[in-house]
Nanobody, 126 residues
């Protein structure tokens, strides 16, 4: 059983940075993808960034490209989301997710991920 534990959320001002972390316990496959999604109040959960374990390729939604960076620490089996130049529209609950055997075409789809963390809140004020 895979369990995910997020940390690092908080209240910051626009332009500030935050680093989210997700510790993964349990076995993940070499074809796994590790991702961050976010959900603002009253909105659907949306893809933010993903990291494919096999090959190390990263993927981002357009609104965070150049500002956010996803990375993985293989030794600690953790995944991180460095968020720079934060904007009020980045405010949301951020969820870590892991999926085994995620194909390339599904890496941005929440349905491809079987394991989810409890979420960590990010609030960006003007």
């Amino acid at each position: 059983q895979v369990q995910l534990t997020e940390s690092g959320g908080g209240l910051v001002q626009a332009g500030d940075s935050l680093r989210l972390s997700c510790t993964v316990s349990g076995r993940t496959s070499n074809s796994a993808a590790m991702a961050w999604f976010r959900q603002a109040p009253g909105k659907e959960r949306e893809f933010v960034a993903a990291f494919r374990v096999n090959g190390g390729r990263t993927y981002y939604t357009d609104s965070v490209k150049g500002r956010f960076s996803i990375s993985r620490n293989g030794a600690q089996n953790s995944v991180h989301l460095q968020m720079n130049s934060l904007k009020p529209e980045d405010s949301a609950a951020y969820y870590c997710a892991v999926g085994n055997g995620v194909i390339l075409s599904a890496v941005r789809s929440k349905q491809a991920y079987s394991y989810w963390g409890q979420g960590t809140h990010v609030t960006v004020s003007d």
